[in-house]
């Protein structure tokens, strides 16, 4: 895929730009010394976002209304909150558990995102398209000092990844034909769905995801490129 | 109005930020001598602009499908080089045309655009919140160097300025109360509807929209905060 075929960039976020796990596991054990509770606080992490894909999957198939993540967050955190015995009263309070769905809005970029997205940028229109809600993208993008030209968002078309329309939108908004959009991510089932629409795929690799030495899925079948990051990307895009 | 009631700022595009008078009397005059066609090139650019209201009411009352503005813009082109004598065989061809859909695209900012804008960002989110299409905002902010943080447009909703949704679908994106969200315009129209929406509003004074010695309209009634441009705008609001 001749990088001169590409005019903009679209990314997932939660994953494939910023550091999920570590930003969550920081906020959890900020939140659980105030409580005087301590925990496994990376399990509970991962417990929270293994939870993700099967409430989003409850949404797209129009078992549960379409809300925005903060409110699917708070759903998922009860739940695991009470089947990891914190909640009650030496649990995580009212208070606590907001300030929790409101990390989702401050996680850190992976160290190479900003530095990536400074070279891409002078080439390309960089764009997120996320499940996460136009105001957490926007708070994610000021916060990391990510340098997005437009924040694209699953909320703009009520629906969640993979549904064909989030990847449609992406070509419509930016008024461009699919295949000059490159969806980046580091979910090969992101990447699939944007390919079966058009668009061009970049896979990077995002080993640490769910912490150290943890499966890594492989690319999926048929990716335009493959990087390990994305100063790696930049420069096989020729920035 | 306190600054620190505010979170965000909504910037109206064509007219506040960028000076669509100088861009496009420049790419008409460009287009012009290239074929060898002489007019008063920025009477023809008022001309062009003078179309603008009149066609989005005709959209907003469902008389005209919604369509991006290049749609528009060409469809009120045509229009006026035919008045103006500037079609047929030694008039402005296809491409011609084309290219000054396009312009609309590439407008110059205003000269305090980028130092203003630059210097309230430290602060407040600022989006965009203009009747241009997604794709036209990201063209004119990244050729510009406008440093917004969001990109919201009345594409998002399918209708145009002043409709009310237009206003709401801020506050709905930005996720904030319609009274933390500061609309700033030249145009008394958009603030007006903006506040009957609850927003605060602030008036930024452009005597040269349409070029020197034209009418100026006053601020409207009851609105927020009035500048002369967008660093007396940063300074009113603590930047």
């Given at each position: 895929m001749p990088a001169d075929e590409i005019e903009a960039l679209a990314f997932d976020v939660f994953g494939t730009v910023v550091d999920w796990r570590s930003g969550i596991t920081e906020a959890f054990t900020r939140v659980g010394d105030r409580a005087g509770i301590s925990a496994d606080w990376p399990s509970v992490a991962d417990a929270w976002r293994r939870r993700y894909r099967p409430t989003l999957d409850r949404v797209t198939r129009g078992e549960l209304a379409w809300q925005n993540f903060d409110g699917l967050h708070r759903i998922m955190l009860d739940d695991v909150l009470a089947e990891h015995g914190l909640d009650g009263s030496d649990g995580l309070g009212e208070a606590d558990r907001e300030e929790m769905v409101r990390a989702w809005h401050g996680l850190p970029p992976w160290p190479d995102a900003v530095p990536g997205l400074t070279r891409l940028r002078e080439r390309f229109i960089l764009s997120t398209l996320s499940n996460g809600h136009v105001a957490m993208l926007v708070h994610l993008a000021k916060g990391g000092g990510l340098p997005f030209d437009c924040i694209l968002s699953v909320e703009l078309v009520g629906t969640y990844k993979p549904d064909p329309e989030v990847y449609r939108s992406a070509s419509r908004f930016l008024d461009l034909?699919?295949?000059?959009v490159l969806m980046v991510a580091c979910h090969p089932y992101d990447l699939r769905a944007a390919a079966a629409e058009g668009m061009r795929t970049g896979f990077v690799t995002r080993p640490l995801e769910w912490g150290p030495d943890t499966r890594v899925e492989p690319p999926p079948e048929g990716v335009d490129l493959v990087a390990e990051d994305f100063n790696d990307l930049a420069a096989r895009l020729g920035c």
């Open positions: 034909p699919p295949e000059r």
